[in-house]
C-alpha cells in the first residue's frame, strides 16, 4: 500500500463513516484524471466527501452551487472594466481552482452546464477570445439530484460520458450512523484536516497510474466484456471505445491504489459499476434503468478468459 | 432463459412463415382460424395478459379436429394432414409456458417446411424457406443464448445454414435414390392443369389462359420451321355431338410411316401432368423410353407421368402415315353422331354433289372459313345443341377447337376420314438456354384426313382463318385488348431478357435438382470417377463424406477454442478450479482468482494460507509482468501438489 494514499483514505474515513469504497472510487478517479459524478438524495454526505477530500489532498477548493438562474459566466469568470487602468480585467470565476464541487449540476440550464463540462473536457477556459489554462490537477465532482425530481435538466447521454464514474453514497448504515448521531459536528472535523499529501506528490501519483501494467489476459477480459454489452439486447446501446478506455484507466488507478503494479480482473469489476453504470440503458424500461444493476449483471454475463 | 416476448414474436414468426404459403390451398376456415390464433397470440404477449385456460384450448382444439374431418372426410392425406399439423401449431402457441414447449415449436416448424414442398418445388419456395429455415434457426439461436440482439443471433443462424450446406449436398448427391414419386400418392402429388382426351367447345380456350409450362424441347441439330411444331398429344375420333374422346382403337396394329425424311433429334422435359401420353412432333418414330405406340401415332408411356420425365425422340417431318388403314379404323373416321347438326351434313352434301375430288373439297372447306367472316377469338358465343351448325352458319368466332370440330365434321359428313388432333403446336424460344418452352397456352387442336395413298394428312383449319397463330403464336393471333396471362403478353425486351433467364435457371433446377433420379445419379457418379456405382457404395460415401465433413468443422471449432487453452498458467489454474470443483466448490466463470480464493477460504478456512499462495501466483504469472520460465513450473508443481 502506497503510503501517503493509505493516510488519506484513513483521514476521509473519519470524517465519511461507512462508505469507504465510495471514497476509494472517488480517489480512484483522482487518480485517473477523470471527473466524478455523484448522484444521491439531497444530505447524504456528497458535499461532505468533496470537502473532506480536498481537505485532506491539500488541494485549493471551490463550490459552484448551480440554479437555474446561472450562466457560464457565473462559472468561467467576466471581464470588468477597469476605470482607473481604463482596461478591461479578467476576474476568474469560480472554476480557477483545483477541485470544484459543482452541486447539483442538473438545476442549471443546459447551457451553463455545457460551459462546465467543455471545461472538464478541455483542462482550460476560453473566454473573450483568450484561452487560460485550468489549474493542474483539475477535478471536478458534481452532484446531482435523481433526476425524476422536479427543477431538473437532467444531463445527455454524451455529456454524462464526461464523466469517468458515476457512483452513489446511499445511506449510512446503522453502526456508520451511530457514530455520525453520537460524533462531534461535522465541519468542525473538516477544519481540523490537514493536508496529507503535496500536489507535487499527487501528480507524480497520477503518473504513476499510466504505467501499471495492464496483460494481453486482461485485454482480454475487457474486450470480452464491451462485446457483450454491444452483442447483448439487454441494453440500448453497447459500451463505446471511450468507455473501455475510461474502464482501464479506472481499473489501472484502483490497482495502484491497492499497491500493486498490474491490473487483475477484480479490479475491472470493481470499478465497472461505478465506469458503466450512467453509460448504460436498459432495453425493458429506459425511464428507470439501475445502472448499477446492469453493471452487475454485465460483470456477472461475462466469463473471465 | 425465460420465455420472454421477444422470444414469443419470433416463434409467432417462424409459424406464420411456414403456415404463410399453405393459405394458398387450405380452406378458408382453416386459414382463418390459423391467422386468428397467431392474432390473438401476439394480442396476448403484446398486452402481457394471461394464457387461455386449457378446457378452451381443448374445445378450440377438438373442434378444430371436428372441422378438419368434415371438410376431408378423413384425417390423413396431404391436405387433411397439413391442415392439422398448423393448426396444431397454432394452438401449440396458445399453451406457450415452458422453454420445452418453445423447443417444440421449434422442431415443429421445421416439419411444416416439408409440407410446403408438397405443393411446389420451384426456385421461388425454395429461397422462401431458406429464408423460414434462417427465421427458424434464428429464433432456435435466441432460444440458447438468451441475451443476444437479433444481429448476432441471425450472424449464428446464418453460419450454422452455411455449414449445413455442404452436408446437404452430400446427402443430396449420395443419397440412393429410389425409383418414382417420393411420397407414392401419385394422386395428389402434383396440381393439374394440361391437356385432357376430351374436347368440348371452350376446354382449349380456357387452358390457353394458363401460362403453366407443359414441356420444354432441346433440338439437336436443326430446328424446324415453326410450321411444322405441331406436338402431338391425344389423338380424338368419337364424337357425340358436344365433346370430342379417345374412344377405343379397333386395331392394336403398330402404324407404319413410310417415304420418311427430314428427321429430327431432340430432348423433351416433360412436366407431371398425371396422363399417360407423351409429346412428340408429327410424327414420331423412334423414342428413347418404354411407351406404346398407339395405331394412331399417340405414344403413351406405361404409368401415368407424375414426375418430372426427359426422353429422346425423333420425329420425321415428311412422312407417309398408315397408307394401309384398317378398315375398322375408317370406319370410325367417318362416324358421325346420328341427328346432330343437318346445316352441315346438308352443305356436306351439296360440295360431294359437285362431283369434285378430296383435296378440292378440302381446300373448299378452308376457303369457307378464311372467306365467310370467320374470326379466332378466346371468348366466342355459346353454342347450342347442334354445336356445329351454329358455329358455321350462325356465330362464326370461334377457338381452334371450333374450326377443328368443325372441319372433322365437315369431312366426315362429306365421306372423308377424319380425326381431331390435340396437343401443342409452337413454343418460345429460349436464346439462353437454348430450348423451346411449351406452355399451355400454346394448346393447339388440329386436324387429320386420310387420303387414298398419301394416309393421314395433317389439316389445321386454324392456319386457314388466323395464319399469325402457327406463325407467331397465341399473342400475335388475337386482338391486343384479349386478357391474355401475363406471361404471354407482348412485354419489353428487358422484361423478356429476365423471364429468359429465369426460366433457363428453373429449367436448371427442375435438370439437376429436382430431376436428379437414380439415372442422373448414376450418369454424374461416373462422370466423377466412381467405378461401381451401387447403392451400398452410395451409402458407404455418403457416410464417409459426413463423417469427414462433421470432423473438419469440429477440428475448425476445436481450433478456435485451443489459443485459449494454450496458456500454461490458465491450464494449471483450471486444473485448480476443477479440483475445487470436486468437493463442491466451482468457480463461477465471471469470479475473478483473488475473489475465489477468499470465497474458498470462508467455506474451507484450512485452505485459507494455499488458496492465498496460489491465487497471488496465479494472477502475478497471468496478469503481471514478470513470466518466467520457472515460476511456471513453480505454479504447475503447486497445483498438483494442491490436496483437499
Not at chain 2, 401449431?89 to 420445452?100: N, P, S, W, Y
Not at chain 2, 372441319?407 to 380425326?419: Q, Y
Not at chain 2, 399473342?475 to 425486351?493: C, H, V, Y
Request: proline share 6%; net charge positive.
Amino acid at each position: 500500500m502506497t503510503h501517503p494514499l493509505q493516510a488519506v483514505i484513513t483521514q476521509t474515513e473519519q470524517v465519511i463513516l461507512g462508505k469507504p469504497r465510495q471514497i476509494r472510487l472517488a480517489l480512484t478517479c483522482l487518480l485517473a484524471r477523470g471527473h466524478l459524478l455523484i448522484e444521491d438524495l439531497p444530505g447524504v454526505g456528497k458535499t461532505m466527501l468533496a470537502h473532506a477530500l480536498a481537505k485532506t489532498l491539500g488541494l485549493q477548493f471551490q463550490r459552484i452551487q448551480f440554479t437555474s438562474d446561472m450562466l457560464p459566466a457565473d462559472i468561467l469568470g467576466v471581464s470588468i472594466y477597469q476605470r482607473d487602468s481604463g482596461e478591461f480585467k479578467f476576474h476568474a470565476g469560480p472554476i480557477f481552482a483545483q477541485m470544484i464541487l459543482a452541486d447539483e449540476v442538473n438545476r442549471a440550464t443546459p447551457k451553463t452546464q455545457s460551459a462546465l463540462l467543455e471545461a472538464m473536457e478541455e483542462q482550460q477556459v476560453t473566454s473573450e477570445g483568450e484561452t487560460r489554462p485550468l489549474p493542474v490537477p483539475f477535478f471536478v465532482i458534481a452532484t446531482q439530484n435523481p433526476t425524476n425530481q422536479i427543477g431538473t435538466f437532467p444531463l445527455p447521454e454524451s455529456q454524462l460520458d464526461r464523466f469517468l464514474m458515476r457512483i452513489q453514497l446511499g445511506y449510512p448504515d446503522a453502526q456508520a450512523e451511530r457514530g455520525l448521531l453520537a460524533g462531534v459536528e461535522r465541519r468542525d472535523l473538516i477544519a481540523k484536516l490537514t493536508p496529507q499529501m503535496e500536489t507535487a506528490e499527487l501528480m507524480a501519483l497520477q503518473q504513476q497510474v499510466r504505467q501499471v501494467f495492464v496483460s494481453p489476459a486482461l485485454l482480454d477480459y475487457v474486450q470480452a466484456i464491451l462485446r457483450h454489452s454491444r452483442e447483448s439486447a439487454r441494453y440500448v446501446h453497447g459500451l463505446s471505445p471511450r468507455a473501455g478506455l475510461s474502464l482501464l484507466a479506472a481499473a489501472r488507478a484502483w490497482a495502484l491504489l491497492d499497491g500493486r503494479t498490474a491490473v487483475m480482473p477484480e479490479d475491472i469489476q470493481a470499478v465497472l459499476p461505478g465506469v458503466a453504470s450512467h453509460r448504460l440503458q436498459s432495453v425493458q424500461d429506459v425511464q428507470i434503468s439501475d445502472g448499477d444493476k446492469l453493471a452487475r449483471e454485465l460483470i456477472e454475463a461475462v466469463a473471465i478468459p | 432463459m425465460k420465455l420472454t416476448a421477444p422470444l414469443v414474436y419470433g416463434l409467432i414468426a417462424c409459424i406464420l412463415l411456414v403456415s404463410a404459403p399453405h393459405a394458398d390451398h387450405l380452406p378458408l376456415w382453416a386459414s382463418a382460424v390459423g391467422a386468428a390464433l397467431l392474432a390473438w397470440r401476439t394480442y396476448l404477449t403484446a398486452s402481457g395478459n394471461p394464457l387461455p385456460a386449457r378446457w378452451l384450448l381443448l374445445i378450440i382444439t377438438f373442434g378444430s379436429v371436428l372441422a378438419i374431418a368434415i371438410s376431408f372426410h378423413t384425417l390423413f392425406g396431404r391436405e387433411a394432414g397439413v391442415t392439422l399439423l398448423i393448426l396444431l401449431a397454432a394452438l401449440k402457441l396458445m399453451e406457450l409456458r415452458a422453454l420445452r414447449d418453445a423447443t417444440v415449436l421449434v422442431y415443429l416448424s421445421c416439419f411444416i417446411i416439408i409440407t410446403n414442398f408438397f405443393y411446389s418445388q420451384s426456385i421461388p419456395t425454395a429461397l422462401f424457406m431458406l429464408f423460414t429455415l434462417l427465421v427458424i434457426m434464428a429464433t432456435w439461436v435466441h432460444l440458447q443464448t438468451g441475451t443476444l440482439a437479433l444481429k448476432p443471433r441471425l450472424r449464428i443462424a446464418a453460419i450454422l445454414l452455411l455449414q449445413a450446406i455442404p452436408l446437404a449436398l452430400v446427402l443430396f448427391v449420395l443419397f440412393p435414390r429410389v425409383q418414382g414419386p417420393l411420397w407414392g400418392m401419385p394422386q395428389d402429388a402434383y396440381a393439374t392443369s394440361g391437356l385432357s382426351d376430351t374436347m368440348s367447345p371452350g376446354s382449349m380456350s380456357k387452358l390457353s389462359l394458363s401460362d403453366a409450362v407443359a414441356f420444354r424441347v432441346t433440338f439437336n441439330d436443326q430446328v424446324p420451321r415453326r410450321d411444322q411444331l405441331y406436338w402431338r398429344g391425344p389423338v380424338l375420333w368419337d364424337f357425340d355431338g358436344t365433346t370430342w374422346t379417345r374412344g377405343r382403337n379397333a386395331t392394336v396394329q403398330r402404324p407404319t410411316l413410310s417415304d420418311t425424311g427430314s428427321p429430327v433429334d431432340y430432348t423433351v422435359t416433360l412436366e407431371p401432368h398425371n396422363k399417360r401420353w407423351l409429346f412428340a412432333l408429327d410424327m414420331p418414330s423412334k423414342l428413347s423410353i418404354a411407351a406404346d405406340f398407339a395405331p394412331d401415332f399417340q405414344l403413351l408411356s406405361k404409368e401415368p407421368v407424375n414426375a418430372r420425365i426427359r426422353y429422346n425422340a425423333t420425329s420425321q417431318l415428311s412422312y407417309r402415315a398408315n397408307p394401309l388403314e384398317a378398315p375398322l379404323q375408317l370406319r370410325r373416321a367417318l362416324t358421325l353422331p346420328r341427328g346432330f347438326n343437318p346445316q352441315t351434313r346438308q352443305l356436306a352434301a351439296e360440295w360431294r354433289a359437285r362431283g369434285i375430288g378430296d383435296d378440292e373439297l378440302i381446300r373448299t372447306a378452308l376457303a369457307n372459313f378464311s372467306q365467310n367472316n370467320f374470326s379466332y377469338t378466346l371468348e366466342p358465343p355459346p353454342l347450342g345443341i347442334n354445336s356445329v351448325d351454329d358455329f358455321l352458319f350462325t356465330t362464326r368466332q370461334g377457338f381452334c377447337e371450333h374450326y377443328a370440330s368443325s372441319f372433322v365434321f365437315l369431312m366426315r359428313a362429306a365421306g372423308i376420314p377424319a380425326r381431331v388432333v390435340t396437343g401443342y403446336q409452337g413454343g418460345e424460344y429460349n436464346d439462353l438456354g437454348g430450348y423451346y418452352i411449351l406452355r399451355q397456352s400454346d394448346a393447339h387442336a388440329w386436324t387429320e384426313v386420310w387420303l387414298q395413298d398419301r394416309g393421314w394428312v395433317r389439316i389445321d383449319p386454324t392456319a386457314a382463318i388466323s395464319p399469325a397463330r402457327i406463325q407467331s403464336g397465341l399473342r400475335a393471333a388475337l386482338p391486343n385488348d384479349t386478357a391474355l396471362p401475363f406471361l404471354i403478353r407482348t412485354q419489353s425486351p428487358l422484361l423478356l431478357k429476365l423471364r429468359f433467364n429465369f426460366d433457363a435457371l428453373t429449367n436448371q433446377w427442375n435438370q439437376w435438382v429436382l430431376g436428379y433420379n437414380s439415372e442422373r445419379q448414376f450418369a454424374f457418379l461416373t462422370r466423377l470417377g466412381m467405378e461401381d456405382v451401387s447403392w451400398q457404395n452410395m451409402a458407404l460415401d455418403m457416410l464417409a463424406g459426413v463423417a469427414l465433413l462433421t470432423g473438419i468443422f469440429t477440428l475448425l471449432l476445436l481450433r478456435r477454442m485451443l489459443p485459449k487453452q494454450a496458456d500454461a498458467v490458465q491450464t494449471a489454474w483450471l486444473k485448480l478450479c476443477r479440483k475445487l470443483a470436486k468437493v463442491g466448490l466451482p468457480r463461477a466463470p465471471h469470479e475473478g482468482a483473488m475473489d475465489y480464493a477468499k470465497r474458498v477460504a470462508i467455506a474451507r478456512p484450512e485452505l485459507q494460507q494455499a488458496m492465498h499462495d496460489l491465487a497471488t501466483c496465479y494472477v502475478a504469472l497471468r496478469y503481471g509482468r514478470a513470466n518466467e520460465k520457472q515460476d511456471v513450473a513453480a505454479f504447475k508443481d503447486a497445483v498438483r501438489a494442491f490436496k483437499l
